[in-house]
């Protein structure tokens, strides 16, 4: 047998790898650095309570898109769309949940019970990402390009709907799943990011439809003859992200308790970064959940404390923007050792 | 002088496993033109690399009329004067013709600017010169494979080269254009050029040659004007080496047939193929490089859609529309091409391996990683896999142990039908054996094996049947007992004198 190559793979398994170990944990690392000097800096008002779930809040949002990022930036794909899909989804769901007394009634005569507004969120995902599915395995377009249009229309299409003016009048126990709190403490959209990133790391983890997603991603031709559908799997991964971005909408709708077509405005940008930070790979056949959780998180954490250390928001723009070209250099070179 | 435009002498060229030319020569009279025969891999290419400075010998002299050269990268060959057709062509699709021929070095007017125009007048010369139909204009993406050839061709010309090397150069073009090319090979003949023509077609070096150098397994064997040459000289020259590294194939009790294929038909490289396999048989296929034998692997697998024929598992008609399908009825393919369509180099020993077999695995969705986890573990055990862990990345692997986790991917789906497609391509001896005893194990077991082979000793050792093909047809169905080396490679290079089917 060939020595060299035995030799190699013996040492990649040897008792303790740092370099994997410092590769795989690298950003938590960075992470609780963060943490510790911004609990200094802002003398531990960053540590109360109520402010780090403020964070996981405000991270929900895209945080639960950046779970299906996950998969897309798997198979090698990208969803630009993801942001107007949360606008497209909002002022839906929110024009079917408004109170029977609201002002400027959306559907005078109509008020379905609250499970039709948060399927019709959800749905509404589903049928964007479907489409972009379709363009992307059917017409065979880049992703890049079919989510690029899809971004552009999708948003014209929130803007029509509403007329350009945020639909108001949210019923209040629809609106509680963005902004209610359960037993006063924990919020809502918490528990559902929370649910979700345990449902999408099984999914990923432990289910065929995972592996046939990480087969794609690491060898679409080798899939291909192994008689995996590339194409089916490929549909249903834009469906998948398609209504993480809606269930986002509804959230996000619930929080400022109206649904403004400005919703998600490039959201896309936070929702990639998160999933690259936690070392998804642009590359493909490489990516987890908790890695993506936690990029969301750094995010947050490094918003928030921007925010509190008073950092002007357009310099704000320029670190994250940093942030972006870092985690992509490291997701490189670890790619090339 | 020497007499010759260019002498090799003592080339060798090794790469990573193998030894890919050993203390070769090469000497071409100036104005013939020289044919290189051998079967695949016998190493014409690779001298042809080290002539024109893709590659460097790691031993040998080069000499060009009597001067010793060094050739360190192809801008240095072009400057002495040697240049080539490739056989892969690598036009700039869209390009025009003239801009395409004067690539790296464009013909510049006022302020370094490119002039189209002196270019387009300097491409239309050339075409003028040597009878080329072309317009210069055209977009490349725009011409037939055999126009881009012809271009190709007058590129290679404008060179003004002492020495033109044409790799194949009529794999892809029609009987008119090929004595067209001839026509213009000969006129380059009689103004002094000398070419090095490389080619699996017996025919055409009759034709056109003046002098032959036959290459076997990386050796020079034999420098013979071509006049002294017919046919089976020719034959004779190219397979005689003596068969001391057979692997046989051990005995196994042939049962009926499993799978039958009927008039498949696809496109230009697979036509009106038939055939079929028993039950512990091992069915050859043997060819040259482009006869169609992958292609008909890939068809009847489902990677690559036909266009007619009929597949017959167990008696039964199969409707084959895509590699799912033909697991379904009980088949597995191993392909040429490991890394291309083979491995997923960064997913573990274990995801590669159960990847077919996953639907097995997981009939509600879930994986039931404890059965997985036991079956790889077995499988590993069972092939002898050398890896630190199931966890290991495959791509870390050794090629002998890639292939062999490959086939235990197809051996977690039971398959009746196994195909594979150069089973021991680019792997050590040690492991070749390993798997080529494998084979045999398999087909004791009762599981029909199709393997395709570009090596002599492997098709005649582990076949009970050999298929031959010639230019996507069956040329010919050689039973065990009758096959050599001469049979099979007349079959190959087309010839008639084989029984054909």
Known sequence: MTTPNIATATKAASAFDWRAFVKNYFIIGILLLFVVFLSIATRFKFLQVTNLLNIVTQVSGFGLIALGMVFVLIIKGIDLSVGATVALAAVISVSLGQTATAGNKFFPDFTPPIVVPILAAIVVGLICGAINGTIVTVFRIAPFIATLGAMTYLRGGALIYSDGKPISGMDPALAFIGGGKLFGVLPIPVIILTVAAVGMHILLTKTRFGLHVFAIGGNDQAARVSGINIRKVTFWVFVLIGALAGLAGLILAGRIESGNPQLGYQMEMDVITAAVIGGTSFNGGVGTIWGAVIGSLFIGVLNNGMDLLNISPFMQLVVKGVIIIIAIIIDERKNRA | ?501
Not at chain 2, 326 to 354: F, H
């Open chain 2, 1 to 501: 002088m020497s007499g010759y435009v260019l002498e090799m002498e003592g080339i060798s060229k090794a790469f990573p496993g193998v030894q890919a030319l050993d203390n070769v020569e090469l000497k071409v009279r100036p104005g013939t033109v020289h044919a290189l025969m051998g079967e695949n891999g016998a190493g014409k290419s690779t001298l042809m690399k080290i002539l024109i400075g893709l590659y460097q010998e790691d031993e040998g002299t080069i000499k060009l009329d009597g001067q010793l050269v060094k050739i360190p990268n192809t801008s240095a060959g072009l400057a002495l004067g040697v240049s080539m057709i490739h056989q892969e062509l690598s036009p700039v699709p869209e390009r025009n013709v003239a801009e395409n021929i004067y690539l790296g070095r464009e013909i510049t007017g006022k302020f370094g600017l490119v002039s189209q125009r002196t270019m387009r007048q300097a491409a239309q010369e050339l075409f003028d010169r040597w009878g080329i139909q072309i317009n210069p204009r055209s977009k490349m993406k725009e011409l037939s494979i055999a126009q881009t050839q012809m271009v190709e061709i007058a590129k290679a010309i404008s060179y003004d080269s002492r020495i033109i090397i044409m790799d194949e150069p009529t794999s892809a073009i029609t009987e008119v254009e090929v004595e067209h090319l001839f026509r213009i090979i000969r006129a380059l003949r009689t103004e002094g050029t000398s070419i090095i023509y490389i080619t699996h077609k017996m025919d055409e070096v009759f034709q056109i040659a003046d002098d032959v150098t036959v290459y076997r397994d990386g050796k020079w064997v034999a420098t013979k004007p071509a006049s002294e040459l017919d046919h089976d000289k020719l034959i004779t020259l190219m397979v005689g080496r003596e068969l001391t590294n057979l692997f046989p194939k051990l005995e196994a009790e042939i049962g009926e047939v499993v799978l039958e294929v009927k008039g498949l038909n696809r496109g230009d490289v697979v036509k009106d193929v038939s055939f079929n396999v028993r039950r512990g048989e091992i069915l050859g296929f043997a060819g040259l490089m482009g006869a169609g034998r992958t292609e008909v692997l890939e068809t009847v697998f489902g990677v690559e859609k036909a266009d007619s024929g009929e597949i017959i598992v167990e008696g039964k008609p199969v409707r084959v529309a895509s590699p799912d399908d033909a697991i379904a009825a009980g088949m597995g393919l191993l392909t040429e091409d490991r890394k291309l369509t083979g491995i997923m180099p960064i997913l573990s020993v274990r995801d590669n391996m159960v990847m077919a077999a996953a639907p097995k695995y997981s009939p509600s969705g879930f994986l039931d990683f404890a059965q997985i986890n036991k079956d790889c573990a077995e499988q590993v055990k069972a092939l002898s896999i050398k890896t630190p862990s199931l966890k290991q990345a495959i791509g870390n692997l050794s090629g002998g142990n890639q292939q062999k986790v490959l086939i235990s991917r197809w051996l977690l789906t039971s398959p009746e039908i196994l195909m594979i497609d150069e089973p021991t391509r680019g792997i050590d001896v040690g492991a070749k054996s390993e798997i080529h005893k494998l084979m045999s194990q398999l087909a004791q077991q009762g599981k029909a094996i199709i393997m395709v082979s570009s090596e002599m000793p492997e098709v005649l050792g582990m076949s009970d049947r050999i298929v031959v093909m010639h230019e996507g047809k069956v040329s010919g169905i050689v039973d065990r007992a009758d096959a050599t080396q001469e049979v099979i490679m007349q079959l190959a290079t087309g010839m008639e004198t084989g029984e054909a089917k």
